[in-house]
């Protein structure tokens, strides 16, 4: 509101007042002048992605663990809960129920339960991960057999937007030993929640379209990449 003319007959008071005002309002339009307004907006990544390097050497192996510290980005799936007196969330488990795989980004557990036997089991035949991104989530492997291989996640897989990217090696000393990853895609399920089956070997003899799956053919680092979109 502007500030009325300075009057005649004013007292002292008035004109002190007024003098006041007009200061007050130089001083506001000053500061006015500097300011700006800057308006920020934050832009969302256009995906999600789990980035990792995989080795997997030897034949199917379940081994129990009893209270000893996990392996970083080793898969283990929980056998028992011990009645819901152990804890994994803290080492990258999406919850304790029993069944559920999990891949480990820590190396000691909330609880081990009351008994602390058996609670979790890993087979030394399923890939290992060493993990170089993963804004994703809980992403593990379980063995299923010879070459074989599955991935699981905690319900993650976006139908229609889920991407996978895995490099495919070729042993210079022999070219039969193509090291060939085929992904098989399914979307999840809520009682499925399977994305992935890989499957890893040799070029057939005949150099068919086919592979003969063994185990071993990660015992080179191969790179692995889902991406999730918006």
Same mark, same amino acid.
């Given at each position: 509101m502007a500030i009325p003319s300075r009057q005649i007959g004013w007292g002292t008071e008035d004109n002190l007042l007024w003098q006041i005002s007009k200061q007050l309002e130089q001083l506001t339009n000053?500061?006015?002048?500097?300011?700006?307004?800057?308006?920020?907006?934050t832009t969302l990544p256009a995906y999600k992605v789990y980035t990792a390097l995989l080795y997997q050497t030897g034949g199917d192996g379940p081994t129990?663990? &009893? *209270?000893?510290?996990? @392996?970083?980005?080793?898969?283990?799936?929980?056998? =028992? #809960?011990?009645?819901?007196?152990?804890?994994?969330?803290?080492?990258?488990?999406?919850?304790?129920?029993?069944?559920?795989?999990?891949?480990?980004?820590?190396?000691t557990p909330t609880s081990w339960g009351v008994n602390t036997l058996g609670q979790l089991q890993f087979n030394t035949g399923a890939p290992t991960a060493v993990v170089l991104e993963n804004t994703l989530g809980n992403i593990s492997f379980e063995y299923k057999g010879p070459g074989s291989y599955r991935c699981w996640s905690d319900n993650l897989?976006? &139908? *229609?937007?889920?991407? @996978?990217?895995?490099?495919?090696?070729?042993?210079? =000393? #022999?070219?039969?030993?193509?090291?060939?990853?085929?992904?098989?895609?399914?979307?999840?399920?809520?009682?499925?929640?399977v994305l992935l089956n890989i499957f890893s070997g040799t070029i057939s003899p005949s150099y068919e379209d086919d592979i003969i799956s063994d185990n071993g053919a990660l015992r080179y680092a191969v790179s692995f990449e889902i991406r999730v979109y918006n």
């Open positions: 000053v500061t006015a002048k500097g300011c700006t307004t800057t308006t920020s907006t129990a663990v &009893i *209270d000893l510290p996990l @392996v970083l980005g080793l898969s283990y799936q929980i056998i =028992d #809960n011990d009645g819901g007196t152990a804890d994994f969330t803290n080492v990258g488990a999406p919850n304790n129920d029993p069944g559920t795989f999990f891949s480990a980004t820590g190396t897989f976006t &139908i *229609d937007k889920t991407t @996978v990217f895995i490099s495919d090696t070729i042993n210079k =000393d #022999n070219p039969t030993e193509r090291l060939q990853m085929r992904v098989l895609c399914a979307p999840d399920k809520s009682d499925q929640p």
